[in-house]
């Protein structure tokens, strides 16, 4: 999820239902028309024999880069132009197929299947249209009742009317498209719980009750931007957030918002899912990106540095996990250069 100041986010909710230009889109790829820069954007998924990473340069064209992994030890085929024209890039992996979902410039939300064989070796499809346009693009590869079966990943966006609307991606094309309600700015979203921030940067959750969700948002109050649930389960829910003292807050159920230890000055933060229980955070803290976590029962976040150049990072992903093993890989862009990290007690950080 991307970082939002007060004044970008003001910028963006009066701009969120206009369309910024139009695009010809064709069945090999979505083309652009006369459409302007776009920043540089990067995401990664995986597991611990390989992960695929998307980028999008500054021309909204779409590359990904696939690694295969030993130990410590990854090896990276060169870049595939997967053409294109997008402002918005993500990637998520369901079973043994990579799904990269993009936002055209004129709001429409597209997506394409890759299965890599060789670790370092991918095929794609076309180019899928999802039949719907959004921004703040989030996906799940879990919903309705806690950790159940599905047979495709989710995708959530919220749409011209501020609503979450959401849908699922398959290899064979997308589901219908169904609205969880409210009017939020900033989302969150795990398939098992929806997290949104409203006009007044307070943060309301929707959870899923008896498999699925009925529209019911409770308001978790405080004044923040970006958050990330970071474990659910028996023991309750924790979302974390960035407040407006850019300091990461947390909201533990049962216990209320408390500011975390060791969480201040932070600009982007994100997180995935890789144990079912924690998420792993990729946040840039006093310029440096860092993979961070947080303690069953402390109000403290523990961070390891990633081996990475400081400075002002535009783009920020992570996959890992700190439950059953320090295990993470990061990644980002400085300035024209990307970065890719993977940590394991020791770091070794290999640039893209």
């Known amino acids: 999820m991307k970082v939002h100041t007060p004044l970008a986010l003001s910028l963006r909710r009066v701009l969120a239902a206009l369309v910024v230009s139009t695009l010809a889109l064709i069945a090999s790829g979505v083309a ?12 990664i998924d995986g597991g611990l ?8 340069l500054s021309d909204g064209s779409v590359q990904t880069k696939a690694f295969g992994c030993s130990s410590l030890s990854c090896t990276g085929s060169a870049w595939t132009n997967l053409g294109g024209f997008v402002t918005e890039i993500h990637i998520v992996k369901f079973d043994s197929t990579y799904y990269i979902v993009g936002r055209a410039a004129d709001g429409t939300i597209w997506y394409r ?27 799940a590869t879990q919903y309705g009742r806690s950790f159940e079966s599905i047979d495709c990943p989710q995708l ?20 219908s498209w169904g609205s969880l309600g409210g009017v939020v700015y ?37 004044y923040i931007r ?57 946040i840039q803290k006093d310029l440096v990106p860092k993979t961070c976590y947080k303690k069953q029962s402390s109000p403290e976040l523990v961070c390891e540095q990633l ?28 300035g024209n250069s990307f970065y890719f990290n993977i940590y394991l007690s020791n770091s070794a950080t290999q640039p893209l």
């Open 32 to 43: 652009a028309s006369g459409a302007g820069a776009v920043q540089p954007q990067i995401d």
């Open 49 to 56: 024999s390989g992960y695929l990473a998307v980028r999008v």
């Open 113 to 139: 299947s890759a299965t890599c064989s060789n670790k370092e070796t991918c095929s794609y499809s076309s180019w899928i249209f999802t039949g719907g346009f959004g921004y703040d693009i989030q996906l």
């Open 156 to 175: 959530a966006v919220i749409g011209a009317d501020q609503a979450v609307w959401v849908t699922k991606i398959c290899a064979y094309g997308a589901g």
């Open 186 to 222: 900033d989302i969150d979203y795990t398939g098992l719980a929806l997290y949104g921030v409203d006009a007044y940067s307070r943060l309301w959750r929707q959870a899923s009750v008896d498999g699925a969700f009925r529209g019911n948002w409770n308001n978790l109050g405080g």
């Open 226 to 282: 970006q958050p990330v649930e970071i474990r659910t389960g028996s023991n309750g829910y924790v979302v974390a957030a960035v407040g407006g003292d850019s300091a990461v807050w947390a909201f533990s159920e049962g216990v209320g918002w408390e500011k975390m230890a060791n969480g201040a000055n932070v600009g982007d933060m994100r997180t995935r899912n890789q144990t079912g229980r924690y998420y792993v955070m990729i």
């Open 307 to 334: 081996s990475a150049p400081s400075g002002r990072y535009t783009s920020l992903a992570g996959v890992g996990s700190f439950y059953s093993s320090k295990i993470s890989v990061g990644i980002g862009i400085l």
